[in-house]
Structures are given as C-alpha cells and as structure tokens.
C-alpha cells in the first residue's frame, strides 16, 4: 500500500476485514473543538478514534510523546490491529494530524500504513457516506490471537531526542526543518502553548507544513514537493529531521519526504515544547 491513498481507493476498500481506519484528529490547545467529541458527530464508516494522548507515554508532561514499544503494542492490538492489517488514518482538517498515526506505525515496523489524501473534508465534499455514535466493539474482543496481536519492531534511527538536536546545533550534521507557521519560527508570534519561548532551534529551517499542500488539503505533486523541499535546503546531502510544536505535524513533513523521494531521515518528538518550554536551550527569532 502507498503511503497516500485517495478517497476513491477508501471508498473501493471499506468493508474488507484487513483494512483499520482511524481518525487520527488532534486540535490545538487554542482551537475550541475536541477531536473525540468531533468523531462521534462524524465518521468515515468503519473508522475507530485514535487518541494520539493516549497512544503516548503516559510518564512525561510532554504531550503525546512516543509509547514504548509495549505500550504500542498493547494499544494496537487492543484495536484488533495485527501485523497484517492495511491501517489509513484521516484527520478532521483535512491533513494536520493523520500523518502522526501513519509514522508511528512506520516507527514501530509496520510500513503497510497510509494517510487519507484530504482528510474527512474532502470525504465530506465528495458526498460519501458517514457514520455517528459510538463506534462498535473492536474484533479484537472476538478474533483469532494470531490475527489482533500485534508485534512491535521499533526503529529508533527515525526518533530523535533532545540530546541528539542539541549536538546538532554545533555539528549541523542533519538538517533540521521547522513545520510551524513562519510568524512562529521568527517569533513574531505567539506559541498556543502558555510558557514557551518564541523563536526556533538555531541553524534550523522554516518549512511549514501548509506549504507542502494544495488549498484543499491535499498533497501537492512530488516535483512540486521537491522545489519546497529544495528551496529550505533538504536536497538529499544531509539527513532531515523534522520538527514542529509537538511532534505532530512535523509528521506531515516527513510524510512529504516520502512522497518527494528523498531521504524521510527522522522526527523530533518533544519538538518546540520540549525545546521552547526550558531555559537550557538556545533559541534564535529572526
């Protein structure tokens, strides 16, 4: 399965018994919607809510950091989600945090995961079907063992901590791309988060996620990538790291990578909550 798939491909796909989909929606502490409270008024037929505050590790006061493997496990085969399953995940907006979902899946080795190209709002444009309510009981309650277990296969070249970007700063080995807003990165503007400094990590690049995406929420081409891609310096020579204000949309950027054909190199997890919420690191507005 491409790591992209159309509304026609979901539509042709919904009722096969290897096919999970998620609704993988997370909105900003300044956005007065819940993504939870959002699903059960409409869904993509089939779909499951994926709480990316709960698949997290639950033992830090960051916001959605990444579970352990065991964590992830047990969360995906409470799913009924086994080594075998086609997983898609959507989002509310149309592409901001479904790609979260589709890399921790790569994360954790299951490369057969993929992003709705749009989201839910170009599910909803095209007219399709949609469900409400509680969604029902997962088949892991009722299939073979074999079939929900799910075993983890973590990658940790495509995780970075805090650590490995603060020896960045001084090496520039990787290049690190900044998927906020540019008033964000600059500092012109204020982060959503209560406490943060403004600015960006120094000897980082401002790439916001919105610039990889046509004005309907969908993914521009992979030539059109490129030329983004290139023009914040990720030409292939250095691996990227991207970043973001939690780890969520810096997924999009890595998602991005991926369909431009370049190295998709790895993600920042604490991101500019973890690196503007201390005083230990450095930080550049300009």
């Known amino acids: 399965m ?23 929606t997370k909105y900003l502490p300044n956005e007065p919607k819940d993504g939870r409270t959002e699903f059960l008024a409409a869904r993509i037929p089939g779909a499951r809510y994926f709480d990316i505050d709960d698949v997290a590790d639950p033992d830090t006061d960051l916001p959605h950091m990444v579970p352990s493997p ?12 086994g080594n075998t ?33 749009g989201g839910l709002p170009k599910w909803l444009r095209e ?41 960045n700063v001084t090496t520039r080995a990787e290049l690190v791309l900044d998927a906020r807003a540019a008033g964000r990165f600059t500092g012109a503007t204020p982060e959503p ?20 995406l046509n004005a309907d929420g969908t993914f521009r081409p992979p030539e059109a990538l490129r030329a983004r891609f290139a023009a914040a310096g990720a030409d292939g020579t250095r691996t990227p790291v991207t970043s973001c204000g939690s780890g969520v949309t810096a997924c999009i950027l890595t998602l991005g990578l991926r369909l431009a054909g370049l190295p998709e ?16 690191t450095p930080v550049e507005t300009n």
């Not at 964590?71 to 409470?78: D, E, G, N, V, Y």
């Not at 190199?265 to 230990?280: F, H, K, L, N, Q």
């Open 2 to 24: 491409q790591a992209l798939v159309t509304t026609d491909w979901l539509a042709g796909a919904l009722g096969k018994p290897d096919l999970a989909i998620f609704d993988a």
């Open 70 to 81: 065991g964590r992830f496990a047990k969360l995906m085969s409470a799913f009924g989600v």
């Open 85 to 117: 399953a086609r997983v898609v995940f959507y989002d509310q907006k149309g592409l901001a945090s479904a790609a979260r979902g589709w890399w921790l899946m790569g994360l954790f080795g299951h490369d057969n995961a993929a992003v709705l190209d």
């Open 127 to 167: 007219g399709r079907a949609t469900e409400r309510g509680d969604p029902p009981p997962s088949p892991a309650a009722s299939g073979p063992p074999s079939d929900t277990a799910f075993r983890p296969d973590f990658r940790a070249a495509r995780l970075r901590g805090i650590g490995d970007v603060l020896g």
């Open 193 to 212: 988060r209560a406490g943060m400094r403004s600015g960006h990590i120094p000897g980082s690049a401002c790439l916001p996620y919105t610039d990889l």
């Open 265 to 280: 190199g790895a993600v920042y997890d604490g991101s500019w909550t973890e690196w503007g919420g201390r005083a230990d």
